[in-house]
């Protein structure tokens, strides 16, 4: 299964998904590229985006994509505080559903 880092995610955090192939928006050549585009060009890759982007599922029709969304939810995008998120992504990953956003969040109100 081959994940991508949003661009604001730092990249030390693929370390936490050992089992995975990842790559981030930057490795791949495509920063600043703006959601919809890095969506298509991302479907065509990987099988699961991974974002801090609140946002993404509201400005996208997500449906018309063939990759699964994860939407991590911190205090901050810092990495200490996305780590402290990598378990139950990890363990999300093998099911999330494409085409479909899915939140993770630090707070169990987030979900």
């Given at each position: 299964m081959k994940v991508?880092?949003?661009?604001c995610i730092d990249r030390k955090l693929a370390k936490e998904f050992p089992d995975y192939e990842?790559?981030?928006?930057p490795q791949m050549g495509w920063a600043g590229i703006k959601n919809g585009q890095l969506l298509t060009l991302a479907e065509a890759e990987f099988d699961v985006f991974i974002t801090v982007d609140r946002n993404l599922s509201f400005q996208q029709n997500l449906s018309q994509f063939k990759?699964?969304?994860i939407v991590l939810q911190a205090p901050s995008n810092r990495l200490t505080d996305l780590?402290?998120?990598a378990p139950e992504v990890a363990a999300i990953l093998?099911?999330?559903v494409?085409?479909?956003?899915?939140v993770v969040s630090t707070s169990k109100q987030g979900r």
């Open positions: 991508l880092l949003d661009e990842v790559k981030t928006v990759i699964a969304v780590e402290l998120l093998a099911t999330a494409k085409g479909q956003a899915t």
